[in-house]
């Protein structure tokens, strides 16, 4: 019944979205949103989620308001365009969330497109007056921040009110920018403006940036609401159950396979024209020559077709004419910075996107030792060459092959990195716990019906049996966790970060829609996009679950982000913790881990080790300073606030130069400049060098 075609333990950033509801009168609906095409999605979500889903969920008033509840924040999460009435005649539809989904009927999205296009073009009338009529900087007021602890406007005064504020706000900051950069300009010898004219600039740039983000509010179609809308019912199930639209799934597939098919050109929008920030080395647009960064792109032809006009079209929009597979030919009409239009023909081909996949230096230790140090960025895996019994790119064999290149160096410890790494494929979380331990189960998976498996290294070969440390953060996520959790259970490793992990202990499915159609005769309609549905649970080998609480680390550190309200804990409708009975395991022996020891070592360092004290000194500052969520809009308290910022920016770069300096000297060379150009690709290897967590985690090895 089920076309689940992979499955992966990934943790996709938090987006909030809409809902979908509605009691009697549809709303008219233009011609470019299929209406019966919509239906037959809502219906198909009301039937599939409730029978996937893990938690066994039905249709029912409690979720139709969760969803309500998620729809409501995607669609004015500032609270800068709905009034209280607006609220109000929203609410009305949310009970029949349920029965309407269930009848193939959607009301919702298109009320609330209606309304917000009514408020959104007030509002865009609003700001343009109060920006003409200019501001009063002397005055004594603030402004609230924190849309939650923000009420709804109840009147289109008190909405002017708000924007007054939050427009008077963005020009001082922007004033400010521009007092900082013209210092440097002054210092560099260029002529300097006078005070009024750098008011003036900071009006006229805060002017200019609403106005294309009200450009880029216009361009979001209904269809847009619809998607989002479908994506909040999902989302009332969980916070990693989705609703994808075709370009979403693409986007997904992407990230998870780490390459697209393209011409291998970062893009931006800026000022309403597609803009190429840069080459990707060795990709087509590279090979071909002719493309470059600082090119605007004006129009984008398939081969021999009559090209697109993309000025201002959305970055996504754009970005989807120029993809394509590999083989074919796109014509980009361009724009040279010189003013010289020239248009090019680039043949697609697979871009791989390096930032994803495993990387891999030596380290030296404080005691001399050759230490490895690998960051696995996500759990990567193409899952459409895997299914095709092709080799596929994954970042188990990646880890492998750069630990093998690293012990051929000598190294005496290994240290792994997953902090922000958000995971990824189950497959490679077990796989590249294998590489661990000679052999036992990784993790254990139950879903909906109270069914238990074991996930197990099945392979006796061990790529690492050494001293090893593992380093986590609250972004560490999912596979992240299991490989982590397993490390941990089994004593192979040293787990080292924050108070804690994210804490997405589950696994989703991604089902294509199109594949699901219930009747035959409805097969004609166009993509119906695909449904990432959470239908299992993680438990550790202990048992315990690794869900909403994460992983504790045996050595935690301080973190300038414990503030942060970020982790599974935080989110919308996130399932409960729970734990299962044990698997029987064999801990490792080979490298048997003092974390008594360990510990008090590590404790003794931080306390004396600057770096890491000022990290712990700023924390507190932040948490103190994320409690305090009104902004004065006085011009001295927002210079004196960006200042204290500015200090512990200072602070800590300053310490970590301190200690570069000091590392060379003690290692006999010459310090050199501070600032020492770098090549992009290798300036990932200075930073880790000035990064007190692995510093730390130098240390701990050499304890070990």
Request: glycine share 6%; net charge negative; charged share 30%.
């Given at each position: 019944m089920k076309n689940i075609y992979r499955i992966f333990a990934g943790c996709v950033v938090a987006v909030i979205l809409y809902t979908s509801a509605g009691i009697t009168a549809q709303a008219p609906v233009p011609a470019e949103t299929?209406?019966?095409?919509?239906?037959?999605?809502?219906?198909m979500l009301s039937k599939q989620l409730p029978v996937m889903h893990f938690s066994d969920k039905v249709m029912n008033d409690e979720l139709a308001f969760a969803a309500f509840d998620l729809y409501l924040k995607q669609l004015d999460f500032q609270k800068r365009f709905l009034l209280q009435e607006d609220v109000d005649r929203l609410s009305v539809y949310a009970p029949a969330i349920d029965n309407n989904l269930l009848r193939g009927e959607i009301v919702l999205p298109d009320i609330g497109y209606q309304i917000l296009a009514r408020r959104m073009k007030q509002v865009e009338d609003m700001t343009a007056e109060l920006l003409a009529a200019g501001f009063d900087y002397e005055r004594d007021e603030s402004l609230e921040t924190d849309p939650e602890k923000l009420k709804?406007?109840?009147?289109?005064?008190?909405?002017?009110?708000?924007?007054?504020?939050?427009?008077?706000?963005?020009i001082i900051s922007r004033y400010l920018d521009l007092q900082e950069e013209e210092a440097k300009n002054v210092a560099e010898g260029k002529p300097a403006k006078s005070d009024d004219e750098l008011w003036a600039e900071a009006e006229e740039k805060v002017a200019k940036r609403n106005k294309n983000f009200f450009n880029r509010m216009h361009q979001e179609t209904r269809q847009d609401h619809y998607d989002r809308f479908f994506n909040a019912v999902a989302r009332a199930f969980d916070p990693h159950t989705n609703y994808m639209a075709p370009a979403g799934k693409e986007n997904f597939d992407i990230h998870m396979r780490g390459s697209l098919e393209g011409i291998g050109a970062l893009l931006r929008e800026e000022d309403g024209y597609?803009?190429?920030?840069?080459?990707?080395?060795?990709?087509?647009?590279?090979?071909?020559?002719?493309?470059?960064?600082?090119?605007?792109?004006?129009?984008?032809?398939?081969?021999?077709?009559?090209?697109?006009?993309?000025?201002?079209?959305?970055?996504?929009?754009?970005?989807?004419?120029?993809?394509?597979?590999?083989?074919?030919?796109?014509?980009?009409?361009?724009?040279?910075?010189?003013?010289?239009?020239?248009?090019?023909?680039?043949?697609?081909?697979?871009?791989?996107?390096?930032?994803?996949?495993?990387?891999?230096?030596?380290?030296?230790?404080?005691?001399?030792?050759?230490?490895?140090?690998?960051?696995?960025?996500?759990f990567y895996r193409d899952f459409e060459k895997t299914r095709n019994g092709t080799d596929a790119r994954n970042s188990t064999d990646d880890t492998r092959i750069a630990i093998e290149k690293l012990k051929k160096q000598g190294i005496t410890g290994l240290i792994i990195d997953l902090r922000n790494n958000g995971g990824g494929s189950l497959m490679d979380a077990v796989d590249?716990?294998?590489?661990?331990?000679?052999?036992?189960?990784?993790?254990?998976?139950?879903?909906?019906?109270?069914?238990?498996?074991?996930?197990?290294?099945?392979?006796?070969?061990?790529?690492w049996s050494g001293p090893m440390l593992v380093l986590v953060n609250q972004f560490s996520a999912s596979a992240s966790e299991i490989l982590a959790a397993a490390l941990q259970d089994y004593g192979r490793a040293v787990i080292v970060g924050g108070a804690h992990t994210h804490g997405k202990g589950t696994v989703q499915t991604l089902i294509d829609m199109n594949d699901n159609i219930p009747l035959l005769h409805l097969k004609k309609y166009e993509d119906l996009g695909a449904l990432k549905v959470t239908i299992q649970k993680?438990?550790?080998?202990?048992?315990?679950?690794?869900?909403?609480?994460?992983?504790?680390?045996?050595?935690?550190?301080?973190?300038?982000?414990?503030?942060?309200?970020?982790?599974?804990?935080y989110l919308d409708n996130s399932l409960p913790w729970d734990q299962v009975a044990p698997v029987p395991f064999t801990p490792f022996t080979a490298a048997p881990l003092n974390l008594p020891l360990l510990k008090e070592r590590s404790a003794r360092r931080v306390q004396q080790d600057e770096g890491l004290q000022v990290i712990a000194?700023?924390?507190?500052?932040?948490?103190?300073?994320?409690?305090?969520?009104?902004?004065?809009?006085?011009?001295?308290?927002?210079?004196?606030?960006?200042?204290?910022?500015?200090?512990?920016?200072?602070?800590?770069?300053?310490h970590y130069l301190k200690y570069r300096e000091e590392?060379?000297?003690?290692?006999?060379?010459?310090?050199?400049?501070?600032?020492?150009?770098?090549?992009?690709?290798?300036?990932?290897?200075e930073e880790i060098k000035e990064d007190p967590y692995i510093n730390e985690s130098l240390h701990i090895l050499d304890d070990m």
């Amino acid at each position: 019944m089920k076309n689940i075609y992979r499955i992966f333990a990934g943790c996709v950033v938090a987006v909030i979205l809409y809902t979908s509801a509605g009691i009697t009168a549809q709303a008219p609906v233009p011609a470019e949103t299929d209406v019966t095409r919509n239906k037959l999605i809502g219906y198909m979500l009301s039937k599939q989620l409730p029978v996937m889903h893990f938690s066994d969920k039905v249709m029912n008033d409690e979720l139709a308001f969760a969803a309500f509840d998620l729809y409501l924040k995607q669609l004015d999460f500032q609270k800068r365009f709905l009034l209280q009435e607006d609220v109000d005649r929203l609410s009305v539809y949310a009970p029949a969330i349920d029965n309407n989904l269930l009848r193939g009927e959607i009301v919702l999205p298109d009320i609330g497109y209606q309304i917000l296009a009514r408020r959104m073009k007030q509002v865009e009338d609003m700001t343009a007056e109060l920006l003409a009529a200019g501001f009063d900087y002397e005055r004594d007021e603030s402004l609230e921040t924190d849309p939650e602890k923000l009420k709804y406007a109840t009147s289109l005064d008190d909405l002017r009110s708000r924007w007054r504020k939050t427009l008077k706000g963005q020009i001082i900051s922007r004033y400010l920018d521009l007092q900082e950069e013209e210092a440097k300009n002054v210092a560099e010898g260029k002529p300097a403006k006078s005070d009024d004219e750098l008011w003036a600039e900071a009006e006229e740039k805060v002017a200019k940036r609403n106005k294309n983000f009200f450009n880029r509010m216009h361009q979001e179609t209904r269809q847009d609401h619809y998607d989002r809308f479908f994506n909040a019912v999902a989302r009332a199930f969980d916070p990693h159950t989705n609703y994808m639209a075709p370009a979403g799934k693409e986007n997904f597939d992407i990230h998870m396979r780490g390459s697209l098919e393209g011409i291998g050109a970062l893009l931006r929008e800026e000022d309403g024209y597609i803009k190429v920030v840069s080459i990707i080395p060795g990709s087509a647009s590279a090979r071909q020559g002719r493309l470059e960064a600082e090119d605007i792109i004006l129009e984008v032809g398939q081969g021999d077709n009559e090209p697109v006009e993309i000025t201002d079209m959305r970055l996504r929009d754009a970005v989807r004419l120029i993809r394509g597979p590999k083989g074919s030919v796109v014509r980009l009409t361009v724009r040279k910075p010189d003013g010289v239009k020239e248009t090019i023909s680039i043949q697609r081909d697979v871009v791989q996107i390096e930032e994803t996949f495993v990387k891999s230096t030596l380290l030296e230790s404080p005691a001399g030792k050759k230490i490895g140090y690998v960051m696995i960025p996500s759990f990567y895996r193409d899952f459409e060459k895997t299914r095709n019994g092709t080799d596929a790119r994954n970042s188990t064999d990646d880890t492998r092959i750069a630990i093998e290149k690293l012990k051929k160096q000598g190294i005496t410890g290994l240290i792994i990195d997953l902090r922000n790494n958000g995971g990824g494929s189950l497959m490679d979380a077990v796989d590249t716990t294998g590489l661990f331990i000679p052999q036992g189960p990784v993790v254990q998976v139950k879903n909906s019906y109270g069914n238990k498996r074991v996930l197990s290294d099945e392979d006796s070969s061990v790529t690492w049996s050494g001293p090893m440390l593992v380093l986590v953060n609250q972004f560490s996520a999912s596979a992240s966790e299991i490989l982590a959790a397993a490390l941990q259970d089994y004593g192979r490793a040293v787990i080292v970060g924050g108070a804690h992990t994210h804490g997405k202990g589950t696994v989703q499915t991604l089902i294509d829609m199109n594949d699901n159609i219930p009747l035959l005769h409805l097969k004609k309609y166009e993509d119906l996009g695909a449904l990432k549905v959470t239908i299992q649970k993680f438990y550790r080998v202990n048992g315990g679950s690794t869900q909403y609480k994460g992983v504790v680390p045996d050595i935690i550190l301080p973190s300038l982000f414990q503030h942060l309200k970020s982790g599974e804990q935080y989110l919308d409708n996130s399932l409960p913790w729970d734990q299962v009975a044990p698997v029987p395991f064999t801990p490792f022996t080979a490298a048997p881990l003092n974390l008594p020891l360990l510990k008090e070592r590590s404790a003794r360092r931080v306390q004396q080790d600057e770096g890491l004290q000022v990290i712990a000194e700023e924390a507190r500052k932040a948490s103190k300073r994320a409690e305090k969520t009104t902004m004065s809009l006085k011009l001295e308290d927002m210079k004196a606030k960006r200042e204290e910022a500015r200090v512990a920016r200072d602070k800590i770069g300053a310490h970590y130069l301190k200690y570069r300096e000091e590392q060379s000297v003690e290692n006999g060379e010459d310090p050199g400049p501070a600032v020492e150009e770098e090549k992009d690709g290798d300036k990932w290897k200075e930073e880790i060098k000035e990064d007190p967590y692995i510093n730390e985690s130098l240390h701990i090895l050499d304890d070990m």
